[in-house]
């Protein structure tokens, strides 16, 4: 099979790549490890940018999520059992989306159906080969039967324990990592959300964050050890635990149920430098990961999709050479969201060796950001996102 631009992974940030890239004329194959099915059980993020908003749109799969989602004009922060909020749209101008991640991935699939996109799933062992070449192609196992796609570009949005960063040289590549000392359990329950607008809540215990999907589908999360395992966590324990949490007032009137999801993720930040190596680019987690406290993770991946959507199209529209600026400006916004991530993040969580000093300069930084407009217009414009 031939093919321009094979594209590894059928997560967001392949599936999205693959129909922009189709609306400019340009032909993909998606290659993903996992079945359909499983890709779209997948709970994930929650948060988009405007400007996720807008690519979304761009690419003809706005019309669910602009009828079903739910634009939001500010957040909420906690410290201390005090809530208050910051006006993102006061400060910004602009909105956030809530809109899951799950839809999203269902509106793709279902609109490269639509345009008669190839997307594979269940390809076992693809392997990159000739990337600093003129020629790359790509092979793979189908139940059982090998197959070569030959290209002229490979996309690795194969998140992060995907094949393609692993195929740059190790000479080539540098890594920045931070592993944070926790993880966040977080549960889907049908229950109505106990906030209107998404809470972040510093508190001694460990962080908390109410979070919603729709009017009846509510999102939550606590901050818990490492090693925790979400099955050693019943229900009843999971609302107890975020109730000591919340705001009393918050806490009181909360609607419990059972849970539909329950999951452990751990927080980590991780670069890769750079995101592209001959003919090779990397897009999304393959490249980079952000802990969830900003929401970033989802949104950079977008933003990665977008710039090399425009690198190609000018590529193959005549502009030879276009695709080498792809890593540096790709990277140059996810430093800025990595930054975001990691400095929401250190302000939130409680760390173990956390002592009463440090605990109380996170409440006076959360105090500070309640008084001051300044520092409430900084954390605006980073959470609806920079400019492309
Ligand atoms: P994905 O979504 O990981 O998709 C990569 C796809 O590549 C496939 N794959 C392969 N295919 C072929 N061959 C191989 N060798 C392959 N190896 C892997 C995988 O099966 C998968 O389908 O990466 P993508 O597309 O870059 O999208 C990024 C987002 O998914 C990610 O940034 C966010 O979901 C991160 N994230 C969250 N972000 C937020 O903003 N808010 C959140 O609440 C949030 N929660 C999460 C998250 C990520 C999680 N992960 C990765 C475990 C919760 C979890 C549990
Ligand atoms: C979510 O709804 O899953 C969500 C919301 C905000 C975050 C992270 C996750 O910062």
Same mark, same amino acid.
């Given at each position: 099979m031939r093919t321009q631009v094979c594209i590894i992974g059928g997560g967001p940030s392949g599936l999205l790549l693959s129909q922009l890239l189709h609306r400019s004329g340009v032909d993909t194959v998606v290659l993903e490890r996992q079945s359909r099915e499983y890709v779209l059980g997948r709970i994930r993020a929650g948060v988009l940018e405007w400007g996720s908003v807008e690519t979304l749109r761009a690419a #003809?799969?706005?019309?669910?999520?602009?009828? /079903?989602? /739910?634009?939001?004009? #500010?957040?909420?922060?906690?410290?201390?059992?005090? #809530?208050?909020?910051?006006d993102l749209e006061a400060f910004t101008g602009k909105r956030v989306m809530v809109y899951g991640q799950t839809e999203i991935t269902a509106d793709l699939y279902a609109a490269r159906d639509a345009m008669g996109g190839v997307v594979i799933d269940r390809a076992e062992g693809v392997t990159l080969h000739d990337l600093d070449r003129d020629a790359p192609y790509v092979t793979y196992r189908r139940n059982g039967t090998e197959h070569r796609i030959d290209c002229d570009f490979v996309a690795g949005c194969d998140g992060f324990h995907g094949v393609s960063r692993k195929s740059m040289p190790a000479s080539v590549l540098k890594e920045y990592?931070?592993?944070?000392?926790?993880?966040?359990?977080?549960?889907?329950?049908?229950?109505?959300?106990?906030?209107?607008?998404?809470?972040?809540?510093?508190?001694?215990?460990?962080?908390?964050?109410?979070?919603?999907?729709?009017?009846?589908?509510?999102?939550?999360?606590?901050?818990?050890p490492l090693d925790e395992k979400a099955e050693n966590w019943s229900d009843e324990a999971f609302w107890d635990e975020l109730r000591r949490r919340l705001p009393p007032d918050i806490a009181d009137g909360m609607?419990?149920?059972?849970?539909?999801?329950?999951?452990?993720?751990?927080?980590?930040?991780?670069? @890769?430098?750079?995101?592209?190596?001959?003919?090779?680019?990397?897009?999304? /987690?393959?490249?980079?990961?952000?802990?969830?406290?900003?929401?970033?993770?989802?949104?950079? @991946?977008? #933003? /990665?999709?977008?710039?090399?959507?425009k690198a190609l199209e000018a590529e193959y529209g005549g502009y030879a050479g276009a695709v080498r600026g792809y890593s540096d400006r790709a990277l140059a916004r996810v430093w800025n969201a990595m930054r975001f991530s990691w400095s929401f993040t250190m302000t939130m969580h409680r760390f173990p060796e956390q002592t009463g000093y440090d605990q109380r300069m996170q409440e006076t930084e959360i105090s500070y950001l309640e008084q001051s407009d300044s520092a409430q217009r900084v954390l605006a414009e980073q959470y609806v996102g920079l400019p492309y």
């Open positions: #003809g799969v706005g019309a669910r999520m602009d009828r /079903d989602g /739910d634009p939001h004009t #500010g957040i909420e922060l906690a410290a201390r059992n005090r #809530g208050f909020r910051i990592e931070r592993v944070y000392p926790f993880g966040w359990l977080g549960v889907l329950s049908e229950t109505p959300p106990a906030t209107k607008e998404i809470l972040y809540a510093n508190h001694e215990r460990g962080f908390a964050l109410c979070s919603m999907r729709n009017p009846s589908l509510s999102r939550y999360y606590i901050q818990v609607v419990t149920g059972p849970s539909v999801e329950k999951s452990v993720a751990p927080l980590r930040s991780f670069v @890769a430098e750079p995101m592209q190596w001959g003919r090779l680019f990397l897009v999304g /987690d393959a490249a980079h990961i952000v802990p969830p406290t900003g929401a970033k993770g989802l949104n950079l @991946a977008v #933003g /990665d999709v977008h710039y090399l959507w």
